[in-house]
């Protein structure tokens, strides 16, 4: 039976899954976007040319384009076909990884990492750097860009992470981070560990499809929108949002180890990749600071339980976030100068929590 109370909170959200460019590029706010109202000297990075200056091309709300499914037979399920492409730095992309690590798929679907510094001055498109001569070695492509157009020859809009690339064609297939995570716990049965938790489960579906809504437009979405900086009533507007939900969340995590009872589900992943960024980004970067993560005993310690467990901890990684959020990209530092915060110390994440006390093992 679904939980009335849940289900009247998320009648009260209007889900969209389009998202506005990233802030750390397109916000209004100089403190979000060094380059914000700037025009930017232009580069050229081997064959990449910067575009930062036409960047309005990649401006436009955006939802994900490419959908086909496992669950409906389109996709078949199959062992070493896909590739999971992502950035360590994006919390979008972060929710994918850390689910097919739980699951116990990272036999099955290989990982792909792109570098979360782009060439100087380039947006719209992640890159191979971080591999040997810049190509990632199983897709043969320099940029995720390659794999989009091999799926749509005419896309020309941002190429985004997560995206789930066929090895056998080169081409994305999906890149809905909303829908991944229930594609890969309903249709890969067969692979799925063991010991891994259920991350849908049929009796409480309903309740993790509304609790997700809620995370997503006034948690996951909401801190993105509060970066923009359109105008301080728009600021204003996301930033209620963000701080009412996360009381609500407090309040409901003193009851419970996870969000939805003792199980861990998919709706804690999603809450989770906001909190790992929440006050090494979204505090200090985009004034999302009436409290800090650590200020909240139950949503921190709740967020340390996770941590702990090595699908979520190993894909934590707050160098690369520290590197898109402040450090950008790889435009010289005499040409926009920028400063890496040395903190907060990471190290706090490993510090023992109080989950398995409160609620038992």
Not at 154 to 174: E, F, S
Not at 332 to 343: E, F, S, V, Y
């Amino acid at each position: 039976m679904s939980d009335k109370n849940l289900k009247q909170e998320a009648s009260k959200i209007k889900v969209d899954d389009t998202l506005q460019a990233c802030p750390i590029d397109f916000s209004q706010s100089s403190v979000a976007n060094p380059r914000a109202h700037k025009k930017q000297k232009e580069y050229q990075n081997g064959k990449i040319k910067s575009n930062f200056n036409q960047r309005e091309k990649y401006a436009a709300y955006q939802g994900p384009e490419f959908k086909k499914k496992f669950t409906d037979g389109t996709l078949p399920v199959e062992k070493d076909r896909y590739r999971l492409v992502w950035s360590r730095h994006c919390p979008w992309a972060n929710r994918i990884a850390i689910a097919i690590d739980l699951l116990g798929l990272n036999d099955v679907i290989s990982k792909g990492v792109v570098d979360p510094l782009r060439p100087a001055g380039v947006v719209g498109d992640w890159f191979f750097t971080l591999d040997k001569d810049n190509v990632d070695p199983v897709l043969k492509i320099h940029s995720l860009g390659e794999a989009y157009r091999k799926a749509d020859p005419d896309y020309q809009k941002r190429a985004t992470v997560p995206a789930l690339v066929d090895i056998k064609t080169g081409k994305v297939v999906n890149n809905d981070y909303n829908e991944l995570v229930k594609e890969f716990s309903l249709a890969w049965k067969d692979y799925i560990a063991p010991d891994a938790p259920d991350l849908y489960p049929a009796a409480i579906r309903e309740d993790i499809d509304n609790l997700s809504n809620i995370i997503l437009m006034e948690i996951n979405y909401a801190v993105n929108e509060a970066g923009h900086g359109r105008s301080q009533a728009d600021y204003q507007k996301w930033y209620d949002i963000i701080f009412n939900r996360l009381d609500w969340l407090e309040e409901r995590l003193s009851k419970q180890r996870y969000l939805l009872g003792d199980k861990l589900t998919l709706v804690d992943i999603n809450l989770y990749v906001t909190l790992a960024r929440f006050d090494l980004v979204f505090y200090q970067k985009y004034y999302v600071n009436k409290k800090r993560l650590v200020d909240y005993p139950n949503l921190w310690n709740y967020a340390k339980d996770l941590y702990s467990i090595p699908a979520f901890g190993k894909n934590t990684n707050f160098t690369s976030m520290r590197q898109r959020f402040y450090e950008i990209d790889h435009t010289p530092q005499a040409d926009l100068p920028r400063i890496i915060p040395i903190g907060p110390d990471d190290s706090i994440w490993e510090e023992p929590n109080d989950r398995a006390e409160k609620f038992g093992k």
